[in-house]
């Protein structure tokens, strides 16, 4: 069925305020004009937009609680306060690119603005003056006011990045294609700063390491970002209005089922990079080094599994494979919690990764079904805000990450690095492994209440616009 017949147009005569009339021959021309994204151009910007993030989110508990002396509830405060920032912010940033309209499109200018205040914010968070860094509260001043700043710009960068994955790839071809790549090269980001970054800090310290990582990201999101060709026809559509697309989006189930578990998968991940790097030292015992080898077996195995799923999601339904992910990470949690050596861990963090990779490959394609849905009901191009909204509720994965990090303060008296309290290995282990459990576990039911119906599976490429 043509796209005519499911989008009714306006009358000749009929204008509405604030939408531009577009004649066929206009619509035909700005179509043909546009270049199609090559898969792995706009895939390898996940790798410019995962080294900065990752090395923050991973690293910001250890440097700063563990090396300069800040304290765990402070930390967890801080956590607390980003959440909301974080919440409020991308849909924010959504609409504000939705309705963006230049002649270098509606994403490009947001990406090429925001990428070196980016890398700026980023670099600074790890060059802290040591007149801050002596001081207790000054530390909590400057850690809250950049970690603030530094996350606000990581999510306008990815709020107009992921809003051009449905946007510049239309079949579920295109988009498994893509996914599979910008996945493969997050996770090889990953390796290198969460993996390697305690390997590379101690050789180099974190001032230098966060110097080489942002001038890396920023080099590869603007190859990525100038590499991309957006439809200029959607410069002559209506603007999406932020309230409506709040309240139709609230009004979606799906999204509702959709971001709920994507939070708490979400808050199990983050607690793995952030805790891992205690669980080493105060539960395992070994140096910060050794970090390396657990986290590089999570992440080689999730990109083995990559691999095994997607030839595997040829024959198996994707919401099948999207939740067997969230079972095999939650239950290869538990055997953590009572490994004492290297060796006995590995075997279940690559587990953990195994399960990783399954999630990795659906994530992003489930979540491009919703926003086919809303495109379907509403005929609106709209797509930075439903990726900011969903993502949303994913950011609220640090209240739980921040609960995770007060009660093990308050329940074994952890402080900091100088006062770890009695029990550092006991506190350690509840933070790696208890808590990511049960959020995976509560991700794995909720996901059962999600469900595609065959006529959204069947939506033809000329239905999706």
Request: with cysteine; charged share 15%; glycine share 8%.
């Amino acid at each position: 069925m043509s796209e005519k017949l499911n989008r009714p147009e306006a009358p000749p005569t009929e204008e509405k305020p604030g939408r531009p009339e577009v004649r066929p021959d206009a619509e035909k021309q700005a179509s043909g004009a546009v270049k199609p994204t090559k898969p792995f151009r706009y895939g390898v910007g996940m790798f410019g937009t995962s080294i900065p993030v990752n090395m923050f989110k991973s690293f910001a508990a250890i440097y700063y609680v563990d090396q300069l002396g800040l304290s765990m509830k402070h930390y967890s405060f801080v956590l607390f306060i980003y959440t909301f920032l974080d919440v409020i912010d991308n849909p924010v940033y959504g609409f504000l690119s939705d309705r963006t309209r230049t002649r270098w499109g509606r994403r490009r200018p947001w990406l090429v603005i925001g990428t070196p205040l980016l890398v700026l914010s980023f670099v600074m968070f790890f060059n802290v003056p040591g007149v801050i860094s002596s001081d207790q509260g000054r530390l909590f001043i400057y850690m809250l006011l950049l970690y603030l700043l530094t996350g606000t710009l990581d999510s306008l960068i990815n709020a107009n990045y992921g809003a051009l994955f449905p946007e510049l790839f239309r079949s579920d071809k295109e988009r498994a294609k893509t996914n599979a790549i910008r996945q493969a090269c997050q996770l090889v980001a990953m390796v290198i700063s969460i993996a390697l970054t305690p390997m590379i800090t101690s050789a180099i310290g974190y001032r230098l390491t966060s110097l080489i990582y942002g001038v890396v990201a920023l080099a590869v999101i603007l190859y990525c970002t100038f590499g991309c060709h957006e439809s200029m026809d959607y410069a002559a559509a209506e603007k999406p209005n932020l309230w409506k697309s709040i309240v139709d989006l609230v009004r979606n189930g799906r999204f509702w089922i959709y971001g709920i578990v994507g939070a708490f998968y979400s808050a199990a991940t983050a607690l793995l990079l952030q805790a891992v790097s205690f669980y080493v030292k105060y539960s395992l015992r070994l140096a910060g080094g050794q970090t390396t080898l657990l986290l590089a077996s999570v992440f080689a195995v999730a990109l083995i599994g990559i691999l095994v799923w997607t030839m595997i999601s040829r024959k198996v339904d994707v919401m099948k494979i999207w939740r067997l992910g969230f079972l095999i990470m939650g239950l290869a949690f538990l055997p953590l919690l009572f490994t004492q050596s290297l060796a006995q861990s590995i075997p279940f963090v690559a587990l953990v990764g195994f399960g990783y990779g399954a999630c990795l490959i659906t994530m992003d394609c489930i979540g491009a079904k919703i926003i086919d849905d809303d495109y379907q009901k509403h005929h609106i191009r709209r797509e930075g805000i439903m990726t900011s909204l969903i993502g949303m509720l994913n950011r609220l994965n640090g209240l739980y990450s921040s609960l995770a990090f007060f009660v093990v303060s308050e329940r074994f008296g952890f402080v900091n690095g100088d006062n770890p309290g009695p029990s550092p290995d006991t506190a350690s282990r509840v933070l790696m492994c208890v808590f990511p459990f049960l959020a995976m576990a509560v991700a794995y039911i909720i996901s059962h209440f999600l469900h595609f119906t065959e006529a959204d599976n069947a939506v033809s490429d000329s239905e999706r616009g």
